[in-house]
């Protein structure tokens, strides 16, 4: 099968998302102009750099997590993990302003230290990010699209101490949950070396 912007028929959801998988869930605390506090899952989000560490996630609609980021130029990210899939499903729940997820998923807030955005305190890992450029995403004919991608820098990393191993931060241990395509998720239950080849 091969298609370009005519999806055949036999394919009745773009199978886009479910290729590209599986996707790192950014779980984005961001703050409204007046304090609140404001939760969503992104799987649009990935790392893109590292000293500095900077990472990105991509709002479908100028939703709050992109508008507040902006505005209050931070917002934190935790990681996903299995033990907090409905949590994080919770925190999805489309919201009007005046609303946090924070409280509607009953998630604990882990206190910032350079920021002022909380994370969530159960979470394994957690980063304080500064906003470094939103951009709103253009498709290959120039026309303006209502996606709007945030990048930030981390400033303050977060590791629970049960996931300190021997030096290093137990992946496999914190089962962090990826998005798929459809309904799909899949979580990290197992992981291999490999050594890259020497020059
Ligand atoms: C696992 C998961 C991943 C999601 N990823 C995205 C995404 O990458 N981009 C997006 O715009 N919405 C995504 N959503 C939907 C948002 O979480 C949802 O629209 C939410 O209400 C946005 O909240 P906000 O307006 O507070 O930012 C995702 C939802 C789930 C459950």
């Known amino acids: 099968m091969h298609y370009?912007?005519?999806?055949?028929?036999?394919?009745?959801?773009?199978?886009?998302?479910?290729?590209?998988?599986?996707?790192?869930?950014?779980?984005?605390?961001?703050?409204?102009?007046?304090?609140?506090?404001?939760?969503?899952p992104y799987s649009f989000f990935n790392a893109i750099g590292s000293d500095p560490d900077m990472v990105m996630f991509s709002s479908e609609g100028a939703k709050h997590s992109a508008t507040y980021a902006r505005e209050q130029g931070e917002f934190t990210f935790s990681l996903a993990t299995e033990a907090l899939k409905d949590e994080m499903n919770i925190s999805?729940?489309?919201?009007?302003?005046?609303?946090?997820?924070?409280?509607?998923?009953?998630?604990?807030?882990?206190?910032?230290?350079v920021i002022r955005t909380p994370f969530v305190a159960a979470s394994p890992a957690a980063l304080e990010c500064v906003t470094?450029?939103?951009?709103?995403?253009?498709?290959?004919?120039g026309t303006l699209l209502d996606r709007f991608m945030v990048i930030g820098e981390v400033v303050q990393t977060h590791i629970r101490d049960e996931f300190i191993k021997d030096g290093r931060f137990d992946t496999v241990g914190a089962r962090p949950i990826a998005r798929m395509g459809y309904r799909d998720y899949s979580t990290v239950t197992a992981s291999w070396e490999l050594g890259r080849p020497k020059a």
Do not use: C, M, Y
């Not at 489309?94 to 009953?106: D, H, I, N, R, Y």
């Open 4 to 40: 370009g912007d005519d999806r055949p028929e036999a394919l009745p959801h773009n199978p886009f998302k479910a290729i590209i998988t599986p996707r790192p869930i950014g779980w984005i605390g961001t703050l409204d102009p007046g304090g609140l506090t404001n939760l969503a």
């Open 92 to 113: 999805s729940t489309p919201q009007p302003s005046g609303v946090s997820e924070f409280e509607l998923a009953q998630v604990e807030q882990g206190q910032p230290v």
């Open 132 to 141: 470094l450029e939103v951009r709103q995403l253009s498709d290959r004919h």
